[in-house]
């Protein structure tokens, strides 16, 4: 079923594998690399609590800008530094511990708010907006949400008119839900032009006719900027629309994939920071005689958070190394570094979403635990894990929705197949002729042979669900697009199976390697994922089956989820004690 090749297309990790050779881990960074991680640290350390506080959100970006992590991403003719795109993630990954109302404003300004213009910017306008923007003398929004309009954003009712002499668009409309709109200078606005067409534009957000609402009362990212934009005959050059009329979802939707991704890779450098407090706190607390640290109940959290920790930043570096390898290849073909970044994030839409649900929700367990360990304290203002409960929760609503990302990627691995752009069916057929054979009863060889064979039975699994549900909405017994309960439980498989696979390949690599690493962990977290993930994969494998396929159709393919289900029984108590042990005597994130 799978064949092994260096870098994968987009969704390819369904049918294709690659060696361990091939990808990168963090134990690849450069002296380099681990300059500008220690540079990342230091402005952290420097900045303080001030990453909380509203009043000092300009400051930091300007300070962020001079250390050149605002231009990181951006090519030097316009003001930035044109970093790698695994060098760009590991800075995502340091500054993602600087709490939520810091990342939300860099990952606002970065992301969603430069992208845009690079992306589909006239060379004018990146001249104009893109240095002043790397540097931190601009800071940018995105303006897109709407009252009525957030998941369905070509909802939007915001309008474009142009003017009598033809020199302006006259936007009228509302905007909520802004990050960084407190002070930002430039803003990317998304209209109607006439009402109908769906258009980009850049704004100067000094121009009259804009006022801004209060800052919004949140649950949590107090320290960021959030409020609503009002536009009422705002006067906007006409060269200053960006891309082509009605192509406004172009902008939208593909500025989105790299802002998933990014939010993904903070949200674990924010979960090895609440780790880290987490194990400090636990080896302090003395209860019963003994730092609560030594009881079981602690060991078990400390060692599920570290282990979903390790498992999402394998695949933040695989899937940062697919971008890496994607624009590289585009570049050689003489393709413009814009245009280059933009294809390598849409080719990778489906993994940048992966990214993104995984990061947003291991953050929220990791948090959660954090909270738990430190009892009552954890719900006191005055201790940092009251604060970090609360301000993880956004993630998993902005960036699109985790619902939303999950039915999108579905819905883009299933386009890639009809379109053929991704060969399914032959894969999900020969999963199927499978069922009808005796199984392979040979064991599996090498230090990670039933590792491997656990992989390859999670991807069957996943083609045999969804090409059945495919199957079933071709024969026209359901439409997919209103089954989002099995859509969703499709996408969990796969979120699983990726992550489980970056984890294996990121061990083997080591295990293979000269890296004079202790694999004691990671074998550890190996075996543990891979215990948990199989247990889950079955569950959401069969209910989906149960909800569309009937009798005998059904009864093999439960008889297959059982079959793709054999890694074998691990001693889960003994795993988390070398995981949770590794941390304590660490005092920290423990790999």
Same mark, same amino acid.
Request: with cysteine; glycine share 8%.
């Given at each position: 079923m799978e064949t092994a090749i260096k870098t994968l297309q987009g969704g390819g990790f369904i049918i294709a594998n690659q060696q361990p050779q091939d990808v990168f881990i963090p134990e690849d960074f450069t002296e380099d690399q681990k300059m500008i991680r220690q540079l990342c640290?230091?402005?952290?350390?420097?900045?303080?609590?001030?990453?909380?506080?509203?009043?000092?959100?300009?400051?930091?970006?300007?300070?962020?800008?001079?250390?050149?992590?605002?231009?990181?991403?951006?090519?030097?003719?316009?003001?930035?530094?044109?970093?790698?795109t695994n060098t760009n993630t590991l800075i995502g990954e340091e500054l993602g511990r600087g709490g939520g109302s810091f990342d939300t404003t860099y990952a606002a300004h970065i992301g969603i708010g430069m992208l845009p213009i690079l992306y589909f910017g006239t060379d004018a306008q990146r001249q104009q907006y893109l240095p002043g923007l790397c540097s931190g003398a601009l800071k940018a929004a995105y303006c897109l949400t709407e009252p009525g309009s957030g998941s369905d954003a070509l909802a939007a009712k915001t309008r474009a008119e142009i003017s009598p002499d033809g020199k302006n668009y006259i936007l009228n409309g509302q905007k909520m839900w802004i990050s960084n709109a407190g002070f930002a200078d430039v803003f990317i606005v998304f209209a109607k032009i006439n009402g109908e067409q769906f258009t980009g534009f850049i704004v100067d957000a000094h121009t009259p006719g804009i006022t801004l609402g209060e800052e919004e009362h949140k649950l949590g990212i107090k320290g960021s900027s959030t409020r609503q934009v009002f536009f009422e005959n705002v006067q906007v050059p006409v060269a200053n629309l960006l891309g082509e009329a009605g192509k406004g979802h172009l902008i939208a939707f593909n500025a989105l994939n790299i802002g998933r991704f990014k939010l993904g890779v903070m949200t674990m450098g924010g979960c090895k920071l609440a780790i880290d407090t987490s194990v400090r706190y636990a080896n302090e607390r003395i209860q019963f005689g003994k730092p609560i640290a030594s009881f079981g109940a602690i060991q078990y959290k400390l060692a599920?958070? &570290?282990?979903?920790? $390790?498992?999402?930043?394998?695949?933040?570096? !695989?899937?940062?190394?697919?971008? %890496?390898?994607? =624009?590289? /290849?585009?570049?050689?073909?003489?393709?413009?570094?814009?245009?280059?970044?933009?294809?390598?994030?849409k080719e990778y839409a489906v993994e940048c979403a992966i990214i993104k649900v995984a990061?947003?929700?291991?953050?929220?367990?990791?948090?959660?635990?954090?909270?738990?360990?430190?009892?009552?304290?954890?719900?006191?203002?005055?201790?940092?894990?009251?604060?970090?409960?609360?301000?993880?929760? &956004?993630?998993?609503? $902005?960036?699109?929705?985790?619902?939303?990302? !999950?039915?999108?990627?579905?819905? %883009?691995?299933? =386009?890639? /197949?009809?379109?053929?752009?991704?060969?399914?069916i032959g894969p999900a057929w020969s999963v199927q002729k499978e069922l009808t054979q005796m199984p392979d009863r040979t064991e599996p060889e090498g230090e990670f042979g039933y590792e491997q064979k656990a992989i390859a039975d999670f991807k069957k699994i996943l083609l045999m669900v969804a090409g059945a549900a495919a199957k079933y909405q071709m024969d026209g017994k359901h439409d997919l697009t209103h089954e989002q309960q099995i859509v969703m439980q499709i996408a969990d498989i796969a979120i699983d199976t990726f992550q489980a696979e970056s984890l294996l390949l990121r061990v083997q690599k080591?295990?293979?390697?000269?890296?004079?690493?202790?694999?004691?962990?990671?074998?550890?977290?190996?075996?543990?994922?891979?215990?948990?993930?199989?247990?889950?994969?079955?569950?959401?494998?069969?209910?989906?089956?149960?909800?569309?396929?009937?009798?005998?159709?059904?009864s093999i393919m439960l008889k297959g989820v059982a079959r793709f289900s054999k890694y074998p029984v691990q001693n889960v108590k003994e795993l988390r004690n070398t995981i949770a042990k590794a941390c304590i005597e660490k005092n920290g994130y423990p790999v």
């Open positions: 640290h230091d402005f952290l350390a420097e900045a303080g609590n001030d990453v909380h506080a509203l009043d000092k959100q300009v400051a930091l970006m300007e300070k962020a800008g001079a250390l050149g992590l605002l231009g990181a991403h951006m090519p030097e003719e316009f003001g930035g530094t044109a970093l790698d599920q958070q &570290i282990a979903l920790t $390790y498992t999402l930043e394998c695949a933040c570096y !695989r899937v940062s190394d697919f971008m %890496q390898d994607k =624009k590289d /290849a585009l570049t050689v073909q003489g393709i413009s570094y814009s245009d280059a970044m933009l294809q390598s994030a990061g947003s929700e291991c953050l929220h367990y990791v948090v959660d635990e954090f909270l738990q360990i430190h009892g009552g304290y954890g719900y006191s203002e005055e201790y940092p894990a009251a604060r970090a409960y609360r301000d993880s929760r &956004i993630n998993r609503i $902005y960036e699109g929705t985790n619902e939303i990302n !999950r039915l999108l990627m579905v819905d %883009q691995i299933i =386009k890639r /197949a009809f379109k053929g752009e991704l060969d399914l080591v295990a293979s390697g000269n890296y004079n690493s202790d694999l004691a962990v990671p074998k550890a977290i190996l075996k543990l994922y891979l215990h948990d993930a199989q247990g889950r994969i079955s569950k959401w494998g069969t209910d989906a089956l149960a909800s569309f396929a009937t009798g005998d159709e059904l």
